[in-house]
């Protein structure tokens, strides 16, 4: 296929014959080894070499034809079904495919996640190990999947969002290794089922809004897992209830297309047509693939047989996508049974070659470890005869293991130790800590960027300010700062509801949009749930997105796609992939039950992976900001809902002065006591601060910063060795962020060895707040509560 960039259209009328039976064959085998490697996969979990298997047997001739349209600089946001096309487009080997199978924790076996997810979950890289975005335009670029059904769809948004960002912005232009004039689809594909989830709605509804590059594959099997489509979808067709969507003359929309999953020149056809209006028009598109087949069921943890008909399985087996291939290929006289019996039976040695090979790659390393322990311990034996038979047990238990997993080497060797004790135990104790160490280092790393972008290396830099500096209002520090930055960095973009023409719901943007441009900074549908997905997105095509929240309290509607996806999306791709996104929104406490939530400890649970920013100000914020953007970790912005009409000083190097992440404050020093907090009810606290003055007590108030990463240094300590009482107040639940500031303080930073008092929180109602100025009082931490409780402490 000399004369065709890859991915490019087949044209039979251009191509001599034999190109074109050459190129059809080479699907034919693709198919075939994908096939090969569901069925041997299956076989592994079912011998126990594997714990779990899902394939896409089934689904193969779709794929191949859905591959053949995939350029480079088009990206894929799908699921666990699409193993050929990953195999069909070079993202991966069989070889690769069985190494996930076996949880493979070396990333150069099995580079799509390091061991890390269940199989077919392939990813790219989109970073190098310095956190610089890669040459995206000139790679196909597979973003990682998830379990969660329907999960891929919010992303999928975004990524397809980004093409005609780097179309409209013309600040843009200059990144020509990011985006070839926007001309990249999104490749998105999603089961029947997954459709019944509200993601799919959400995401289909926002596409035919904005007119995006996203091409949309149903894979129709009829099922999710046992559930039939009549139970899953309205009149049993998503096609059919998709029919309002359609794009028609003078409208926005969507196209949609029927296929029939057996169709191969069918398939090819059509998906040809719907993937070039979307890279050329930007008309997002649907492809609904009826009569897809599933020919060993769901998954290794069942058997279909329980819930098919044997009419359903009969039809199954009649109307397999191969089976029928291999008929049109005769049919149309491309080909003789023989020489695609010879495709099939090359297929099934490669594939079997190929798990040889990644079983040996994966069981090499841990042999070396069974090897080394067992000679350990039967030292340890030699010297140890009183042990010497438990020991010999135990030694020739683990030699005798045939597939012995890293587990089982610690186990064995944690055992002996303890029979002989640490000293005769000397080498194998070593030995054990080193291989802890090794496996810490598999299992336990890349949660956030480790190179040279590692946002802990961004050192601080204090605000300077002018002798007139103009003292302003909070909100209007922050548009200020906001112009700054849209000004300097054309890879920003900011959007969500109302952020657009009035400039956010407290005017941070206020008068940007006709000054930036309303490709930049925009409005959107009431849509959380994807304008999360559309920052995860953008981001992952190295822009760096804002992306509002409105109100925090909003927060559990884009929360799925932030938990899942972008706070796992580091560990689970072991650093190759990363989508720097910033959640911007803004908290604490305003007014009644759906203004004024402080959910931190909801997000310190779901959002390991991002950084949690809590300023006290908005100059503090945009300390933060200026950080978070020298490096490549996606971050969540809780700005102080009370705290846009505050006067603050406007600084100087709006946007040079950083606030390092994880590094305290103390803004009141004291000799009494410590209290710390963070975000409005730092407020209160630095009040009641001065009001115990009267009483003489001298409180330290420290101020935490971020939540996310938490007090590397220390500091807290610091001071709590200096007053010996410590007190934490916020207006989350009780037991809620306290909870985790008093686990830090006590456990990680030993804090509980310099305390003379009991130590304290006070927090919120575990109630929701209250509306009106007396609900907020009695509903949230107030300074005479902080006072009282300081009193008590003091008098102890
Ligand atoms: C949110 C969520 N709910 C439930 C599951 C369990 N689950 C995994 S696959 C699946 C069925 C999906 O069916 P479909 O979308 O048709 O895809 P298929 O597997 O048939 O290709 C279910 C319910 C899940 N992974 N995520
Ligand atoms: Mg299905």
């Not at 779990?52 to 799908?78: C, S, T």
């Not at 291989?435 to 946002?455: C, D, P, Q, S």
């Not at 103009?470 to 209007?476: C, F, Q, S």
């Amino acid at each position: 296929m000399e004369n065709l960039a890859p991915g490019e259209v087949l044209d039979p009328e251009k191509l001599s014959f034999d190109k074109f039976r050459e190129e059809v064959l080479k699907d034919y085998r693709f198919a075939c080894e994908s096939r090969e490697a569901s069925l041997l996969g299956r076989k592994e979990v079912l011998t126990g070499k594997a714990k779990f298997g899902i394939f896409g047997d089934g689904k193969e001739v779709p794929q191949v034809a859905m591959a053949k349209f995939f350029r480079p600089g088009d990206f894929y946001a799908g699921y666990y079904r699409d193993q050929t096309f990953a195999f069909a487009t070079g993202a991966a080997t069989i070889e690769e495919f069985f190494s996930q199978l076996y949880a493979d924790p070396d990333p150069s076996h099995d580079p799509h996640s390091a061991g890390r997810q269940m199989n077919s979950h392939f990813a790219t890289p989109f970073i190098d190990t310095d956190g610089r975005t890669l040459d995206l335009v000139n790679r196909k670029n597979i973003a990682q999947g998830l379990a969660p059904t329907a999960a891929q769809m919010p992303k999928a948004l975004g990524l397809a969002y980004a093409s005609k960002a780097f179309r409209e912005i013309e600040v843009l232009e200059p990144f020509t290794e990011l985006s070839n004039n926007g001309n990249e689809v999104c490749f998105c594909t999603i089961g029947d089922a997954s459709t019944s989830e509200g993601h799919f709605w959400e995401t289909v509804n926002a596409a035919g809004v904005l007119q995006v590059p996203l091409a949309i594959f149903v894979w129709d099997d009829g099922y999710g897992i046992s559930v039939p489509r009549k139970l899953q979808t309205t009149k049993g067709s998503i096609s059919e209830l998709l029919e309002g969507f359609q794009k028609k003359e003078g409208t926005n929309g969507i196209d949609i297309y029927r296929v029939k999953a057996w169709d191969y020149a069918g398939m090819c056809e059509i998906f040809e047509t719907g993937i070039r209006s979307a890279r050329q028009t930007h008309t997002p598109c649907v492809f609904h693939v009826e009569e897809v087949t599933q020919p060993q069921g769901h998954s290794t943890s069942g058997s279909h047989e329980r819930y098919k008909s044997p009419e359903r399985l009969e039809w199954e087996r009649e109307w397999d996508g191969i089976k029928k291939m291999k008929e049109w290929f005769i049919e149309n006289a491309l080909a003789g049974e023989e020489e695609l019996n010879e495709i099939e039976t090359a297929a099934k040695d490669h594939v079997r070659d190929s798990r040889n090979l990644a079983w040996e790659k994966y069981q090499e390393p841990i042999r070396v470890q069974v090897d080394r322990s067992v000679t350990l311990i039967r030292e340890m034996a030699a010297r140890n005869p009183d042990s010497a038979e438990m020991l010999e047990q135990l030694a020739a238990t683990l030699a005798g293991n045939r597939e012995p997993g890293r587990k089982e080497v610690l186990q064995t060797l944690y055992q002996a130790i303890g029979f002989v004790g640490n000293e005769v135990g000397k080498d194998a104790a070593g030995y054990y800590r080193e291989l802890l160490k090794e496996n810490a280092a598999l299992y336990n790393t890349h949660l956030y960027h480790e190179g040279e972008r590692n946002i802990l290396r961004v050192p601080e830099v204090k605000p300077e300010y002018a002798e007139d500096a103009p003292v302003l209002n909070g909100y209007e520090v922050l548009n200020r700062y906001f112009d700054r930055l849209f000004t300097e960095n054309p890879l920003v973009l900011a959007f969500g509801e109302d952020l657009g023409r009035i400039g956010d719901v407290n005017q941070g943007f206020a008068g940007l949009q006709a000054k930036h441009g309303a490709n930049r900074i925009f409005d959107t549908g009431i849509r959380e749930l994807t304008i999360m997905g559309q920052g995860i997105g953008l981001a992952f095509r190295g822009l760096r997105p804002i992306a509002e929240i409105q109100y925090i309290d909003y927060l559990l509607y884009g929360l799925q796609p932030l938990s899942d996806d972008l706070a796992s999306l580091q560990y689970r791709t072991a650093g190759r992939q990363t989508a720097p996104l910033i959640v911007r929104t803004r908290g604490h406490r305003l007014e009644g039950i759906w203004h004024s939530g402080s959910p931190m400890s909801l997000i310190l649970s779901s959002l390991r992976g991002l950084h949690v920013c809590v300023p006290r100000n908005m100059v503090q914020a945009i300390g933060m900001y200026n950080t978070l953007l020298e490096g490549v970790d996606p971050a969540i912005m809780i700005e102080c809902l009370n705290g846009y009409r505050l006067k603050e000083k406007l600084p100087e190097n709006l946007l040079d002065f950083k606030v390092p992440l994880g590094v305290p404050e103390v803004v009141r020093e004291g000799e009494d006591i410590t209290i710390v907090s963070y975000g409005s009810t730092l407020r209160i606290v630095q009040d009641a601060a001065q009001a115990l003055e009267g009483y003489g007590i001298s409180c330290e108030v420290v101020d935490v910063q971020t939540l996310l990463p938490f007090d590397i240094h220390h500091d807290i300590l610091s001071s709590l060795k200096k007053t010996s009482r410590l007190l934490i107040v916020d207006e989350d639940v009780p037991g809620g962020a306290a909870g985790y500031i008093f686990n830090n303080v006590m456990e990680e930073q030993g804090g509980y060895r310099w305390l003379d008092a009991a130590p304290r929180t006070i927090t919120g109602q575990a109630h929701r707040p209250a509306y009106s100025t007396d609900g907020d009082y009695f509903s949230k931490p107030n300074v005479e509560q902080v006072m009282d409780v300081v009193r008590q402490m003091a008098a102890e």
